[in-house]
Nanobody, 120 residues
Framework: QVQLVESGGGSVQVGGSLKLSCTASGYINRRLCMGWFRQAPGKEREGVASIDSGGSTSYADSVKGRFTISQDNAKTTLYLQMNSLKPEDTAMYYC??????????????WGQGSQVTVSS
């Protein structure tokens, strides 16, 4: 079992920055893919970024060049640095984890979510 708790969300103006954190606890080992997802009202959940066991990262086209995913060496904290925020980035952001060497579309463990609101 892996428990995930997000923090760092809030309200920001267009062009601003926020940094989300996700603290992981429970069965944490090297074989862990972690990712960030978001869901806006009335829209489907979408993948934002992921980082696999080897540290390789992947981003949605909509956030490339603006968002950066990272984690600490112990894999207990996952981050999402969000810069140049746009109104369309407004959503509930979720941290997710899957015990796997590589990332796929399957994530077993999810956090409760952290709201990000970007206003113009």
């Amino acid at each position: 079992q892996v428990q995930l708790v997000e923090s760092g969300g809030g309200s920001v103006q267009v062009g601003g920055s926020l940094k989300l954190s996700c603290t992981a606890s429970g069965y944490i080992n090297r074989r862990l893919c972690m990712g960030w997802f978001r869901q806006a009202p009335g829209k489907e959940r979408e993948g934002v970024a992921s980082i696999d066991s080897g540290g390789s990262t992947s981003y949605a086209d909509s956030v490339k060049g603006r968002f950066t995913i990272s984690q600490d060496n112990a894999k207990t904290t996952l981050y999402l640095q969000m810069n140049s925020l746009k109104p369309e980035d407004t959503a509930m952001y979720y941290c997710a984890a899957e015990p796997s060497w590589y990332c796929s579309r399957t994530y077993t463990y999810w956090g409760q979510g952290s709201q990000v609101t970007v206003s113009s």
